[in-house]
């Protein structure tokens, strides 16, 4: 393992404290909050729509408050946004469990306030320190504290199904699970979180000596500004290919269960399929961590859109039977992936010294498919009485920014 100062490197230690951060943030909030949330829609007969709609505000808040984690993160630094955010979603979590009836209460607890939570505590703010930390491993690194969210996405709608029991009426209890599991993240991210590797006087992937770490550090100040970034063809190909992502998974979280329901499948079945989802995302992170260090992330996020595009085909065309989890396993794979090649590609094209920024915005215009595609699926279900053409329609903006992506990646770099 690299060591500096004649100490192990801390970053490896931080990396492991985040891989925690996140399963606790991303994963029981995301999968675990899908799933008990559907279960108290069924519960209070709520339409699709509403079904929907908090998973629409609730997308849309992590993307569109990136920009204000981003001014958090500069002013209070990654510790203690981190600290901020879980507690966020702690009380939102408390909120929904003992207070929530109704679709709107939800659009309130469960989109804005553990929205919020998520987008500071988590997922941009953890991704910000990374690229202070690696740039030899940055991608390694990526993609081990990212597949954090597919655990704790596979542990937590089975878990919160079995603590529901077979009536599936004690989702206020799954809440209290959550708002535990958020208070741990809180504690761990104040007590371990370093901001730099300079702060306890190390050096990034823990170069022994100054003149090791010089390419590194050269690395991290070769950097776009946020205004230079916006004027290149690449950034907007990413903000698309971010946006077909973030809303295709907004549609499955949002409307998965209920599309598997009506197919004939059980609720425990369902969980099944939505714990699949997260499980496969393993193998997108593993394909993106043992090789975009070495080869284009963008051409890879690319190709991992493509097997998103299969997924969502197969939701559509062949819900029941077996078409369904393996449609739910290659969405899986290709967002799971995704959310690893996507700012290892932010990284790669813009530098580190301004990935806050620059990431933050494309979270922020990835929100809009966020709030508007499980919206407009629970619209036209209400209308038309199925999923189909809302998930044909994710599956072709995946087929289309998945041939952009591959089409810009030469040229690589902060500053081509």
Not at 74 to 96: C, E, F, I, K, P
Not at 129 to 156: C, D, E, K, N, S
Not at 199 to 220: F, H
Not at 315 to 339: K, N
Request: glycine share 12%; with cysteine; proline share 3%.
């Amino acid at each position: 393992m690299p060591r500096g100062n004649g100490r192990a490197f801390y970053g490896w230690k931080l990396l492991a404290v985040f891989w925690l951060i996140l399963l606790a943030n991303l994963g029981f909030p995301m999968y675990g909050g899908a799933f008990l949330y559907s279960a108290m829609a069924r519960h209070f007969e709520f339409s699709r729509q509403m079904l929907g709609l908090p998973f629409s505000v609730f997308l849309g808040t992590v993307g569109l408050s990136s920009p204000l984690v981003a001014v958090l993160i500069q002013r209070l630094g990654v510790r203690w946004t981190l600290v901020l955010g879980n507690l966020s979603v702690m009380l939102g979590a408390l909120v929904m469990g003992l207070f929530i009836t109704t679709g709107v209460g939800a659009i309130v607890a469960f989109g804005l306030i553990i929205g919020f939570g998520v987008a500071s505590g988590g997922n941009l703010t953890a991704q910000t320190a990374i690229p202070r930390w690696f740039v030899r491993y940055r991608a390694r690194a990526f993609a081990i504290m990212l597949t954090a969210a597919a655990t704790g996405g596979f542990i937590a709608p089975p878990l919160l199904s079995a603590v529901m029991g077979s009536s599936g009426t004690n989702w206020w209890a799954g809440w209290m699970i959550l708002a535990g599991v958020a208070a741990t993240a809180a504690v761990l991210a104040a007590v371990f979180v370093r901001e730099t590797p300079e702060e306890i006087g190390q050096l990034p992937d823990g170069a022994a000596q100054m003149n090791e770490g010089r390419a590194e550090n050269a690395v991290l100040h070769s950097s776009l500004s946020l205004s230079v970034a916006i004027r290149t063809p690449r950034f907007w190909t990413v903000s698309l290919a971010s946006a077909v992502a973030t809303g295709s998974f907004g549609l499955m979280l949002a409307h998965g269960v209920a599309n598997a329901r009506d197919a004939g499948h059980s609720a425990s079945d369902a969980a099944l399929m939505l714990a699949l989802v997260s499980l496969s995302g393993f193998a997108g992170k593993a394909i993106v961590g043992t090789s975009a260090d070495r080869f284009s992330p963008a051409a890879i996020w690319g190709g991992l859109m493509l097997a998103m595009s299969c997924g969502l085909a197969l939701l559509a065309l062949s819900p029941q039977g077996r078409g369904s989890y393996v449609g739910a396993m290659a969405l899986g794979v290709g967002f799971g992936g995704v959310v690893v090649s996507q700012p290892a590609t932010i990284a790669r094209l813009f530098g580190a010294q301004f990935f806050a920024k620059i990431a933050s915005t494309v979270y922020f215009l990835q929100a809009i498919a966020g709030i508007a595609l499980p919206w407009a699926a629970g619209r036209s279900f209400d209308r038309f009485h199925t999923y189909r053409v809302s998930f044909i329609s994710a599956a072709v903006g995946c087929v289309i920014s998945g041939i952009l992506l591959i089409a810009f990646r030469r040229g690589e770099g902060a500053g081509s």
